[in-house]
């Protein structure tokens, strides 16, 4: 052990205790050669427990010692009733091992450094009590709900189509009828019956309403545990946040769960709400937030400080996540860390897919580990990746690695997909550019909707190889709603209506995964709060009855729902180009699509794992129409538009009354009003007529 700890115990001696050091000496440090040969362990680290014991790993080479003490439950000021010394094996890990199962027992670490004593938190701890005082061993085993271990996700669906939510917004309302023991919880997912109060319609909400929609993922923001909450709800409507302050990665969030004090009720109650998604048949994204923590006081900097985040060579912690402290995933064991917390998601709860939170500050390398990893395991494509390719800031990374930011998207494994704020831009405007209120206002020419039909290939700042690594999307979390976006450029409430009904045909037609937030299928508002990430439920909860007020623009989106997953000129993932001609202005196009099926179509590995007769009617629906023919105007005046020859049928219009639904010939001129957007299907000549 002095062998492997000399390069260490010399630099100690050199500049002063351990701690003394600045982030700056750490820095030096941890970045040197030796350490990094000699302090990278590979192994598995946290607690494991079961029928055959329980043994504790925690990663601390810096440190000189270190106590396991045990707790009988998770409150502060309580003392240990036993404390077991660990020993320090290679690279600085150290062991406890016993052949008791601890399950149940809560945990910290008393670690010594030059005489110093430090408490440390498990940065791989798997449960915790309230409000994350302390760890608890649990073994998961005890936590599995009845029929676990046969948990499936359902197979895949021609299209991706993200519906994102946050666990308290999704049933926290009254007006979705959810019980009251679980308005706010995980538990809801899995509450069936539930209906829009104060109603005559009876018409569903929740779970129901979800496998209802046509959508195939529910993204559910952060549900890790973070700190930005009171987990004993003592004011749950204004105890209120996004969730985007990790504290603990690997465990679930108290204030989501029946029970916050027991570090088992929010496992099993999460494992429940995916089984219940699962049943739906629904897939489930977890967001996951590996750049930052909430702050510096935490497991990770208590058992190795400063090693987790980037420092400046001013030595300050670099700030490009806007947080002040971005995690250092360029180096050995946050890289570990954040894959192992991946794999930790993905086996032990069965997520279906992860979102990275500003992935632009995340390595390339790691990313494309990340997915390699998961598809080693569950097979190709088999769980999604995607991320945002961007960050709040410049960061410091400890060496030269490339990041995961738009410009750098060439480098990263073709399954990994990105937010695509061009699209974004281009149907709503810039959030950031009070003057930009997309197509529909006028502020962007429908050119730009003709390059997004080619999935962006003209665009220089779009790396990409294919529309599997484009996300297509108006609105998400971040920044407005789609209609309190649309409410920024006019105040007239007819005109709101026109433009968001024109919206989700622009982006639900362009290349790429199909994201929305939740509610914008019903005009979803926060009153205009452009970042609600700490305003209370009264901003941020889902008003179901406006589900049921909506109900035309509900229809609508189900309506590109289907058709999205029927046109392989919609879905496809293939790097061909989709437009054969188009006529376009600056407020009108008209472009033929080619809508034939080929195999690089789906994405890859999805054939393992997939739905034969959807695409079994796809390829038919596509033989029937080879090729499809969208038709735009956003002018303030109806347009009137020549088709090609042919014998065409209108498949879509976000009109009424603007059309006639039967067979339209070649040459024939169809009246477009103003925000109108019609989708035709040509004929195949072999096709009968009808």
């Not at 450094?113 to 440390?120: A, K, L, T, Y």
């Not at 302390?134 to 009845?146: A, K």
């Not at 700190?227 to 204004?238: Q, R, S």
């Not at 997915?371 to 060496?399: I, M």
Request: glycine share 8%; net charge negative; aromatic share 10%.
């Amino acid at each position: 052990m002095i062998g492997i700890y000399s390069s260490c115990t010399n630099y100690y001696e050199n500049t002063g205790g351990p701690m003394d050091k600045t982030p700056l000496e750490w820095k030096k440090l941890y970045d040197s050669a030796d350490f990094r040969k000699n302090c990278t362990f590979e192994g598995e680290l946290g607690p494991v427990c079961g029928k055959t014991g329980t043994r504790l790993s925690l990663w601390s080479p810096v440190s000189d010692t270190c106590t396991l003490r045990l707790y009988r439950d998770g409150e502060r000021d309580t003392a240990p009733f036993a404390s077991f010394p660990m020993t320090k094996n290679g690279q600085g890990v150290f062991v406890f091992e016993t052949r008791e199962n601890l399950d149940g027992t809560f945990y910290d670490f008393l670690l010594t450094r030059d005489g110093e004593e430090i408490v440390s938190g498990d940065p791989y701890a798997v449960a915790c009590g309230a409000n994350s005082v302390r760890c608890e061993i649990v073994d998961l085993e005890t936590t599995n709900p009845s029929g676990w271990k046969s948990d499936r996700a359902p197979a895949h669906q021609t299209e991706t189509i993200i519906w994102e939510t946050h666990v308290r917004d999704f049933s926290f309302d009254r007006s979705g009828g959810f019980s009251e023991n679980v308005r706010g919880k995980f538990a809801a997912f899995a509450e069936h019956g539930t209906k829009v109060q104060n109603s005559s319609s009876s018409a569903s909400t929740g779970i129901d309403y979800l496998s209802q929609l046509g959508i195939t993922h529910v993204q559910l923001m952060p549900v890790f545990d973070y700190a930005t909450v009171d987990e004993t709800g003592k004011d749950p409507a204004l105890e209120y946040n996004w969730g985007y302050d990790p504290v603990y990665y690997n465990v679930p969030e108290g204030s989501y769960s029946s029970n916050p004090a027991d570090g088992k009720a929010r496992i099993r109650e999460l494992k429940e709400a995916i089984a219940s998604l699962h049943e739906a048949g629904l897939r489930v994204i977890m967001d996951v937030v590996y750049n930052h923590t909430f702050d510096l006081n935490n497991a990770m900097q208590q058992s190795m400080p400063d090693y987790y985040f980037r420092v400046t060579k001013e030595g300050q912690y670099a700030n490009g996540s806007g947080c002040g402290n971005d995690a250092a995933s360029e180096r050995e064991m946050v890289g570990k860390f954040i894959l192992d917390s991946v794999l930790y998601w993905a086996r032990e709860y069965h997520f279906d897919g992860f979102r990275f939170d500003l992935m632009g500050l995340l390595p390339v390398g790691l990313m494309n580990r990340i997915q390699r990893s998961l598809d080693k395991v569950y097979g190709k494509g088999e769980k999604l990746v995607l991320g945002e390719p961007w960050a709040a800031g410049p960061s410091a990374p400890s060496r030269r690695v490339k990041l995961a930011a738009k410009a750098n998207f060439g480098g990263m494994d073709r399954k990994i997909a990105m937010f695509c704020d061009n699209t974004r831009n281009m149907v709503a405007g810039s959030p950031f550019d009070d003057n930009d209120h997309g197509i529909a206002a006028h502020t962007v020419s429908c050119h730009r909707y003709r390059e997004a039909l080619d999935g962006w290939k003209d665009a220089p700042d779009l790396p990409v190889s294919s529309p599997a690594q484009l996300v297509s999307y108006a609105s998400c979390h971040d920044n407005y709603t789609l209609i309190d976006n649309i409410a920024r450029g006019t105040k007239d409430p007819a005109e709101q209506l026109r433009r968001a009904r024109l919206a989700p045909c622009i982006y639900m037609t362009c290349p790429g995964i199909a994201f929305l937030l939740s509610g914008e299928e019903f005009l979803r508002s926060k009153g205009g709060d452009g970042n609600s990430y700490r305003s209370p439920s009264s901003v941020n909860a889902i008003r179901w009855d406006q589900m049921e007020q909506n109900a035309s623009m509900v229809t609508l989106y189900k309506e590109l729902f289907t058709l999205r997953k029927k046109c392989p000129a919609f879905f496809g993932k293939g790097s061909r180009r989709r437009v054969l001609s188009a006529d376009v202005t600056d407020r009108t196009l008209l472009a033929r699509l080619d809508n034939a099926y080929r195999s690089s179509d789906m994405p890859e590995g999805y054939l393992g794992n997939f739905d034969a007769e959807q695409l079994r009617e796809a390829k038919a629906f596509a033989g029937k129409y080879p090729e499809l023919l969208i038709l735009l105007n956003t002018d303030e005046k109806t347009h009137s538009f020549t088709l090609p020859e042919g014998a065409h049928h209108l498949l879509f219009t976000n009109l009424s009354g603007s059309t006639d639904p039967e067979k339209v010939s070649g040459d024939s001129a169809v009246p477009v009003d103003p925000c109108g957007f019609l989708v035709y299907g040509r004929m195949n000549h072999d096709s009968k007529s009808e």
